[in-house]
């Protein structure tokens, strides 16, 4: 199928970057379970190898199956290109690698998911970066929190998991200013519910793991360029404007155009990192895509019953959800996430730590697991699990406090949910 911008999400969320296998007909993408490809000759693969031709050498770089994992994600979030790779995290890496060297910065949202703010604040140190955390409501601190080494700014579109939602086109104006990429983590909105590069946004980065796999089966992640940010403005990413040592003296920009960052991705990024994505995961993922939309509109509709009850029951002291009118977001859901604020919530429980472990035990249709985005309702408490790592003032700023539990909305029936948490509710006040 030719990918017009004529056709709507739920036909691109099926469609987009397949076609029936020219060896088959198979009308379902294969599987492509191979390591290596057979050159035509020995001129081919000397074109293949040296960037001059486009096509397969060995599937740490590219795979059939994976790529059209790749054309259908770049299509929904309107993007030009993207890279799958392993997991989420490998994502991050690899949108923030081809930016980055010893001494420079990334300036990123204290509200993130906790695994982030730890590879953030501690891993990427290793590498001799460095990140500096800003409140994104605060511009002027964004603002002043730029140097001249800050190579990227990175935030969350719906901000896991504390119920925020991100201005994208604010703080897309201070990353213009400073003449660097805004990266926005988009996993927990999909292109669904928020497509950032309408916002401004340069790079997109998602973990596959979550709600556009859909069923909690296999971990990946994926890098999607917007093709518009001028790598050649000045010489803060000689990766991307000046002569690559491996391959000749090549210069991506100035050979690939707007696909300079995603071929960067693949021959120098996959290629040495390796953080690969494999053809069975890609293969589940593809499944996920879809039906995206149709989970999507269940999962918002749920979540906010299901937020709704539970700010209006005695136990709770409240609950962060921006679809709920008392949040903060709630106007600005209108303009970023226009169709719904997604279905991660947490919810504030009376009686403290000890409620929280109480209730997260005697659930019976949520399952207590450090996982978000799959079709069952899941529950975990953030402060002794995924935001244990952080300190007391990380886990607040997150929104991940010890009095506090963080839900998934699955697409469950919505009154079996609230049945689940009305029993264990009480049985975590007695
Ligand atoms: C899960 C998650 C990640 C990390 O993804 P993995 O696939 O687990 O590596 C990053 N950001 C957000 C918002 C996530 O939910």
Redesign the pocket.
């Known amino acids: 199928m030719t990918d017009g911008p004529t056709y709507g999400f739920d036909t691109l969320q099926i469609h987009a970057g397949a076609r029936p296998d020219p060896a088959t007909g198979a009308r379902q993408t294969p599987i492509y379970q191979t390591t290596a490809y057979v050159f035509r000759d020995a001129d081919h693969a000397a074109a293949l190898f040296n960037l001059q031709e486009v096509g397969y050498i060995y599937s740490r770089l590219t795979n059939p199956t994976v790529a059209v994992l790749q054309e259908r994600i770049a299509t929904l979030e309107g993007g030009v290109g993207a890279v799958c790779c392993s ?6 890496i690899m949108a923030l690698f081809p930016l980055m060297g010893p001494g420079k910065n990334i300036i990123a949202s204290t509200r ?2 906790g ?2 703010v730890t590879q953030f604040s501690q891993t990427i140190k290793r590498f001799g970066w460095e990140c500096k955390f800003v409140d994104f409501d605060d511009l002027d601190a964004v603002r002043a929190a730029v140097d001249e080494n800050t190579r990227a700014i990175f935030g ?1 579109a719906i ?2 998991p504390g119920g925020y939602i991100m201005d994208v086109r604010a703080v897309a104006d201070v990353a213009d200013e400073a003449g660097v990429p805004l990266i926005i ?1 988009n ?2 909105a999909t292109p669904y519910l928020c497509r950032p590069i309408e916002h401004g946004a340069t790079l997109v ?1 998602h ?4 709600y556009l796999t859909g069923n909690g089966t296999v ?3 994926c890098v999607v360029d917007s093709g518009t940010f001028d790598w050649s403005a000045n010489d803060k990413f000689p990766s991307l404007s000046q002569p690559e040592p491996a391959y000749h003296g090549l210069k991506f920009h100035e050979t690939f155009g707007n696909l300079a960052f995603t071929f960067h991705g693949i021959a120098i990024g996959l290629r040495d990192l390796g953080m690969t994505m494999n053809p069975q995961a890609a293969h589940y993922t593809l499944m996920g895509t879809e039906t995206l939309s149709l989970r999507m509109e269940r999962h918002v509709e749920n979540a906010r019953k299901v937020a709704k009850w539970l700010e209006d029951d005695d136990r709770i002291d409240h609950v962060t959800y921006a679809g709920l009118e008392s949040s903060p977001y709630f106007e600005r859901v209108k303009t970023v996430c226009p169709k719904g604020a997604g279905a991660l919530f947490t919810v504030a429980v009376k009686g403290g730590y000890d409620a929280c472990i109480k209730l997260v035990n005697a659930l019976e249709i949520f399952s207590h697991v450090a ?3 799959d079709t069952r309702s899941l529950i975990i408490h953030s402060a002794s699990t995924t935001h244990r790592q952080l300190s007391a003032e990380q886990q607040e700023a997150a929104g991940a406090g010890p009095s506090v539990v963080r839900i998934s909305i699955g697409t469950e029936d919505a009154d079996d949910l609230i049945a689940d948490l009305d029993q264990a509710l009480s049985k975590a006040a007695s």
């Open positions: 997991s989420g995290h490998a994502a991050q993130l998911y695994g982030t969350e901000a896991n983590d996993t927990s980065v973990s596959t793991t979550k971990t990946g992640g996982n978000l985005g």
